[in-house]
C-alpha cells in the first residue's frame, strides 16, 4: 500500500470517528432535560474583553482579534464550521441600559473539525455576521446546515476607537452524504429547541420576542430570519 492511499486511510477514518463519537459522554446525564442544556460559547476577543476566565488547556490566555472556545477550552485565530440554527430577537445591554431593547442573532454551529457544537450572538456592529449565509441560503435554495462557513476577525474602527467584529465566508456546500445526514438530524433538533436553547451572555437581558415573527415566510433551520435581513 503506497503512501498516499495509507494517507486516504487514515484522514477518511479521521473524518468517521469526528461524527460517530461515543455515547459516553451521556453517562450521567440521561435524564437531564434537553432544554436545560446550552451549547458553550465561542467569544471574539476584544480590548475591553475580560479575559481572566479564558484560559486554553496550556494557560494561555487569548489576545484581541482571536476566539476563545468555552467549552473546548480553544483558543482560535479562524475555524470553519456550519449553522444550525439562527433567530433574531432583541436584548438588552446591562451596562447601556437606558438604550432599551437592541436586536440581535444568536446561532447555534457545528464546528468542522470535530462536529462539536458551540453558540454565538452577533449584535451592534457584526449584527449582519451572518447575512452572507442566508444570502447563499436562498441562492441555492440548500438548508442552512449545508453551507461550510469560515469564522476570522476583522479590525474596523469608529468614533469609539477600534475593536475587532466576526466574519463569515461561505467557503463551500457540503457533498458528504454522511456528514450531511449527522448535520440534519442536529439541526432538525435545533429547531425544535433552539429557542429554547440559545446562547445566553451574562451582560445582557433578553428578550425572546420570537413571536414576533410568526406570520412572516419562514425556511427551514433559520426560521426566525427576516426577509428584510436577506439582501435580495
Excluded at 473524518?15 to 437531564?32: M, Q, T, W
Excluded at 444570502?135 to 435554495?141: K, L, P, S
Excluded at 438530524?185 to 445582557?204: C, F, H, I, N, S
Aim: with cysteine; proline share 5%.
Amino acid at each position: 500500500m503506497d503512501k498516499k492511499t495509507k494517507d486516504i486511510e487514515k484522514k477518511e477514518e479521521k473524518e468517521a470517528n469526528l461524527i460517530k463519537p461515543s455515547d459516553d459522554f451521556k453517562i450521567g446525564i440521561r435524564y437531564v432535560d434537553k432544554d436545560d442544556i446550552r451549547p458553550p460559547s465561542i467569544l471574539l476577543i476584544n480590548q475591553s474583553s475580560k479575559t481572566d476566565n479564558f484560559i486554553d488547556q496550556n494557560g494561555n490566555k487569548p489576545s484581541p482579534g482571536e476566539f476563545y472556545h468555552t467549552g473546548t477550552l480553544r483558543i482560535l485565530q479562524e475555524f470553519d464550521c456550519y449553522f444550525i440554527w439562527a433567530a433574531k430577537s432583541n436584548y438588552i445591554d446591562k451596562r447601556k441600559i437606558e438604550l432599551g431593547e437592541q436586536p440581535i442573532y444568536k446561532a447555534i454551529g457545528i464546528m468542522a473539525d470535530d462536529f462539536s457544537i458551540f453558540g454565538m450572538r452577533f449584535k451592534s456592529s457584526s449584527l449582519y455576521t451572518l447575512s452572507p449565509l442566508f444570502t447563499a441560503v436562498m441562492a441555492n435554495q440548500k438548508a442552512m446546515y449545508s453551507f461550510k462557513c469560515k469564522i476570522s476577525s476583522k479590525l474596523i474602527s469608529g468614533k469609539k476607537g477600534y475593536w475587532y467584529i466576526p466574519v463569515l465566508r461561505v467557503s463551500g456546500i457540503e457533498e458528504d452524504k454522511e456528514k450531511l445526514t449527522i448535520l440534519r438530524k442536529m439541526a432538525t433538533d435545533y429547531d425544535k429547541l433552539g429557542t429554547r436553547v440559545a446562547p445566553q451572555e451574562d451582560g445582557d437581558i433578553d428578550r425572546n420576542n420570537y413571536s414576533d415573527y410568526e406570520d412572516k415566510p419562514t425556511y427551514e433551520n433559520n426560521e426566525s430570519v427576516e426577509p428584510k435581513d436577506i439582501p435580495f
